[in-house]
């Protein structure tokens, strides 16, 4: 963990020593009473956390806090048809160290139904692995989730304004570097699960603006999909006079 997130719910609250995060803080930061952290409230400020006391139970820490947010960066967004729950737990990590700020798990033509009703998703599971992402990349950010949904429904909830743009391994026209518009542009990136894109996916991407396009020859797993895309996404060219997320203030973190 390079930021210790909390919720804001749980700032008031002693931090129960079975948690994962105050493991981290005592055994892997090695503070103790009286020492500080980076921490963060989710999709709010960071800041610096003191440890005030420990007992057998609970950690009690007492939390400062900077004036603001980090500024949000064009929203990036990304839809994969639904995985089975062990490549979905890499997704939603790693979606969220790269910063999506909308994250949509759809059912497909040729996905399995059943992955919707794992344990991921009907105990909550799913939201430790937000911010686990948001952790290691020093951001508080988590992106907004469902999982589910039909393809259509959500295709058709998408702002206007987006780029839109789907991988493929069968028909796409074009690599995907070549189609990225300019960094600053919000963007939607879809990609299919682990069978790909049926006949009537594919036509239901066209039909709401989705040009495919493809990563070259190889055919990834989609977890790899997702963070290569993503990857591709963040080295866009930028808009004149636009800053980098490091010219503009955003902190390295060693480990990231």
């Known amino acids: 963990m390079n930021l210790v997130l909390f919720e804001p719910a749980e700032i008031a609250a002693p931090l129960p020593r079975r948690d994962a995060r105050a493991a981290h803080v005592l055994g892997v930061l090695r503070r103790g009473v009286g020492d500080a952290f980076d921490c963060g409230l989710v999709n709010g400020p960071r800041g610096r956390a003191t440890l005030v006391t420990v007992d057998a139970a609970a950690l009690t820490l007492a939390f400062v806090w900077e004036a ?16 089975r729950p062990q490549t979905a737990r890499d997704i939603l990590r790693d979606a969220t160290t790269l910063g999506v700020a909308a994250l949509h798990f759809v059912a497909t033509e040729k996905g399995e139904p059943s992955y919707a009703h794992s344990s991921l998703w009907t105990t909550g599971e799913w939201r430790r692995h937000l911010r686990d992402g948001a952790q290691q990349a020093f951001d508080t950010r988590v992106p907004d989730v469902t999982h589910g949904r039909a393809l259509a429904g959500v295709l058709g909830e998408l702002p206007t304004d987006t780029a839109r743009l789907a991988l493929d391994n069968y028909e796409a026209g074009a690599p995907l570097a070549a189609a990225l518009p300019l960094a600053g542009s919000p963007l939607t990136l879809a990609v299919g699960g ?6 009537a996916d594919r036509a239901a991407l066209r039909a709401h603006g989705f040009a ?25 060219p930028a808009v004149s006079g636009e800053k980098s997320s490091l010219s503009a203030g955003a902190r390295p973190c060693p480990g990231a």
Not at 68 to 83: C, E, H, M, W
Not at 212 to 236: K, Q
């Open 68 to 83: 603001a947010p980090p500024p949000s960066p064009a929203p990036l967004t990304l839809i994969v048809g639904l995985p």
């Open 194 to 199: 682990e069978r790909g894109w049926s006949v």
């Open 212 to 236: 495919l396009v493809h990563l070259g020859p190889r055919v990834l797993r989609t977890e790899t999909a997702c963070v290569a895309a993503l990857t591709l996404a963040h080295a866009r």
